[in-house]
């Protein structure tokens, strides 16, 4: 570990209870790598307020031993991406759900179970399992994946050979009320081969998910994912990707309701002439017990003439509470990079709130680099514009709303999706009047 | 059509008087023009009839076919047949102008009782609309206004007023930022509406707007109020001698 952590007595202790109540997995080709993220963690300690990236995120109920209950919510309407032709893994409370899962078969891509492969002692994902997540952790401590990559109880392994020809869906149920599921997929993309992966649900009480996605050379990754419905969930997941040279990397996350959300995302380029874009719409309504949603987004540039994009946008009101702590990295040789990230939230009352905390660190001197962020309400120019025209007040804020998180949304190139993902905003927005 | 009787309106915030008693009757099937000189109250009386945030109406009434518009929302307005042009039309992105304008139509329809258009009968009905003033489909697809230059936009609010056949017209300065070919070509949009049953007012600095689309009644205004009414040689006379003359004549 490269970071300094403060040692005391009280993470000590609160990281053992954690690690108490852990099974960990024994053997197979991931047995190292789960003892090594033991250490990790243990080194670390869980993180606590004081830590420079849990100032605005409280990671107490994270922590605990136990997950906080939280009651599963019926699902309103057709699931997302009901419509779209794709291959559907389902699991529920984090345990595989083989009657509601299609068969693991795609063509141009292998899908295997963690839980299963992990019987054998060779496999190609020990390259990857928990290797991404390590690099991730310097310069900034991220135990929750180190935890993640130590206890993981299954998760998929996916080598993308070839042009995937529809999306591999995940979809993550709920039931028990107290379901504290840790998953952890790797995704392996050869060069020039492609894939779309759909994560969707609730997935559990407290959920701890960790994505490594390695794209080689040439590969294509897009990542679509919706985080919902259940209001007393709460969530830590993490992203980690390596984007090849010419490869593209393309992460989307919707997030709706939850009490607690903390999305991290670490990507880093390491081929020239890669692209990197990740984006984020998080709308949350406080009304429901509460909603605090956190994007944290490191992006790390290592080659020549890369671009990458953070897209992150916020709707809030009552009392909901909204966190961006983005940064783009630039080391040295880092030549002709393009950054660029914005962070934005439109607030709907005045109860409500947004933290962000934008950074850039630049080591090359020919680059280009750009932030923004900012916070307001709903113009009222434009609303009184559309109303002007007939349109009622409520029906006008939501086509504003919508405006305002074009942005993010514009980030998923497949317009079907995007249409499913819009489709599920305009319901939510629907259901939240008055 | 449209009677607005001693209307007096303040800024919310500060209170300052703007309109200090408007007086004025718009006939249906008439074109009427406001001209008057910056600050005079001319577009602050064309956001009060629309029904925007931040004026206090102090006294007076306004009516649209004997129905008070002023305490309804803007949206009631809108559906009882009051459109505004804007002089700056807004930038929505993200939201197409297509979807748009089939979301107001609809709003409007159903505010009255009617049928809604299904997605068919409306691409048929804006695509022969917007061909009359050379809007093209590409302009339709992108978002309300983004992109679009000034005759566009103002284009743009043609095809608004086209699609939702209002009754009052209200232009706020629709010549403004336009050259003299895209003028033309809004006031083609403009005057192809013209109808015995319907009524516009039309607000601007000069006349030449009012050498296209040809008013029945021009009114100068000044100070809050409508201080001279004529025929279109009012306008010709502004034009010749600025207001100068004018609000001298009646100091």
Redesign the interface.
Known sequence: MTALVKKDARRIDATEARIATLTLPSGGFSAPARADALARLRAAGLPVRRDEYWKFTDPAALNAPEATAAGAMAEIGAPLFAERDRVRIVFNDGVFDADASDDLSLAGVEIQRLAEADRADLHWARDLYGVLEARGQSPVLRPHAALNTAAASDGLLIRVTGTAPKPLHIHYTHSGETADAILHHCVRVEPGAELTLLETGPAAARFNKVLEVDVAEGGRFHHVRAQGRDHARRAITHVFARVGREALFKSFTLTVNGVMTRNEALIEIVGDNAVAHVAGAALGDGKDGSFHHDDTVFVTHDAVACESRQVFKKVLKNGATGVFQGKILVKPGAQKTDGYQISQSLLLDEDSQFLAKPELEIYADDVKCSHGSTTGAIDETALFYLRSRGVPVEDAQTLLILSFLADAIAEIEDAEIAADIVARLEGWLARRRR | MLEIKNLHVELEDGGKSILKGVNLTVEAGKVHAIMGPNGSGKSTLSYVL????GYAVTEGSATLEGEELLEM???E???AGL??A?QY??E????GNM??LR???N??RK?RGEEELSAGEFLKIVREKAKTLKIDAEMLKR?VNVGFSGGEKKRNEIL?MAM?EPRMCILDETDSGLDVDAMKLVAEGVNALRDPGRAFLVITHYQRLLDHIKPDVVHIMADGRIIKTGGPELALEVEKNGYADILAELA
Do not use: K, N
């Open positions: 629309s029904g925007r945030d929302e803007p949206e307005r809108a559906a459109f505004l804007f039309p807004v929505i992105p993200g939201v979807t748009f979301t107001a139509v709003a409007q505010a978002p608004q939702l």
